[in-house]
């Protein structure tokens, strides 16, 4: 079975760091990219960026770009997302999802493994 | 970046209704589109991927069409379960962007 499963929630102040993760299961790790979407409070779906396992090639949104560091360390199947200063924006729910490709062209993509979300709440 | 409009932001309808839900992109997307459902307090589950193929197990009421920059997502008979939040999601060009969600409440 497909697992992704992310870590537990956080609290953290203004200023401070965090780094969050999402470990893969049931499936060979290296052979999907990982993607992280944002989820503000009471809001809609962001795309964040991917990585690939094998090489770590990332894509970043501009909108999150120099914002987090998306990284992954294949040796036990787990990608991360962090941050070096967090701000109060910061606050939402963080879902990682398993990237597939249903072709062999440059666009046939879906999400069709997501983890269960990470809350993050930066307050003072 | 691509901007996918949704409409209605939100719809309330009886169970058995058609309902269809409408994704425009800014600019063309090819099939590169995807729809995802959400129940609150949960990730969201893959419904259908290149605008029309539905994911495994998902009930064949569902069911997608469109191309090039209009698209929709359509609940043949709208059953209870079908309350949560609908997204469309184009994988044609980074960055990848998602439609700001439809709320679909069944009365």
């Known amino acids: 079975e497909v697992q992704l499963v992310q870590s537990g929630a956080e609290v953290k102040k203004p200023g401070e760091s965090l780094k969050i993760s999402c470990k893969g299961s049931?499936?060979?790790?290296?052979?999907?990219?990982i993607g992280w979407v944002r989820q503000m409070p009471g809001k809609g779906l962001e795309w964040m960026g991917i990585?690939?396992?094998?090489?770590?090639?990332?894509r970043y949104s501009p909108s999150f770009e120099g914002q987090v560091i998306i990284s992954v360390d294949k040796s036990v199947n787990t990608a991360y997302l962090q941050w070096t200063t967090l701000k109060a924006s910061d606050t939402a729910v963080y879902y990682c999802?398993?990237?597939?490709?249903?072709?062999?062209?440059?666009?046939?993509?879906?999400?069709?493994?997501w983890g269960q979300g990470t809350l993050v709440t930066v307050s003072s | 970046a691509i901007q996918l409009t949704q409409s209605p932001s939100s719809l309330s309808a009886s169970v058995g209704d058609r309902v269809t839900i409408t994704c425009r992109a800014s600019?063309?997307?090819?099939?590169?589109l995807a729809w995802y459902q959400q129940r609150p307090g949960k990730p969201p589950g893959l419904l259908m991927y290149d605008v029309s193929t539905l994911e495994g197990g998902v009930p064949s009421r569902f069911s997608g069409s469109g191309s090039g920059t209009d698209f929709t997502l359509t609940i043949s008979s709208l059953q209870p379960e079908d309350s949560a939040t609908y997204y469309c999601q184009q994988f044609n060009k980074y960055p990848w962007t998602f439609g700001q969600g439809t709320k679909v409440e069944v009365k």
């Open positions: 049931g499936y060979t790790f290296v052979d999907h990219w």
């Open positions: 999802a398993r990237l597939t490709s249903y072709c062999t062209g440059g666009t046939c993509y879906y999400f069709d493994y």
């Open positions: 600019q063309g997307v090819g099939r590169a």
């Open positions: 990585i690939y396992p094998v090489d770590f090639d990332t």
